[in-house]
């Protein structure tokens, strides 16, 4: 109920901006518009989240991670067996993505990260190495990995703005 709510918020909000004739306020009121639509007819877009209001953790064995996350978080851990890469994108959201027990037959792996006004947590294997190439804008990556002598190195690419990463292990 409470997501037909706020859906039903933000599409008034958008109507509402289109009264005005600028250029700004009429792609305005169509993101917003989007996002409400979204958001009610989006699949399981809040019904994963629990009393605590934070979502439950979903597993995954797929070599590659595609995430997309605006207005909401994601809790994902990987189990792949062989584990090559992927991108995340984080607008206004935030979440924990757990690749520890993800194995992989690849020597070089890239992933790219997207965190604009969110951000999150990666967590990766012990051993792996970070080669970070990703751009700051008044964000950042924070890595934190110990122990980094093994031989597969994460390539880590994308941009943070207004918001960031931590990397452990």
């Known amino acids: 109920m409470g997501t037909i709510i706020f859906g039903t918020i933000l599409i008034v909000l958008g109507l509402s901006a289109l009264l005005g004739v600028s250029l700004f306020k009429f792609v305005f009121a169509l993101i917003l518009i989007a996002i409400g639509i979204r958001i009610i007819i989006g699949k399981d877009y809040y019904h994963q989240w629990n009393w605590d209001f934070k979502p439950a953790q979903s597993t995954t064995n797929d070599n590659f991670i595609n995430e997309v996350n605006i ?52 967590i990766i294997p012990k051993g792996w190495k970070v080669n970070s190439q990703a751009t700051s804008i008044l964000g950042g990556y924070d890595v934190k990995v110990e122990g980094d002598n093994g031989e597969v190195i994460l390539n880590l690419k994308g941009a943070a703005i207004f918001g960031g990463m931590r990397i452990t292990n």
């Open 71 to 122: 207005f909401s978080r994601a809790d994902k851990a990987v189990k792949s067996e062989d584990f090559k890469g992927g991108k995340i994108v984080m607008i206004f959201s935030g979440g924990k993505i757990d690749l520890s027990q993800a194995k992989t037959s690849e020597k070089n792996i890239e992933l790219e990260i997207v965190a604009i006004f969110g951000g999150g947590e990666l």
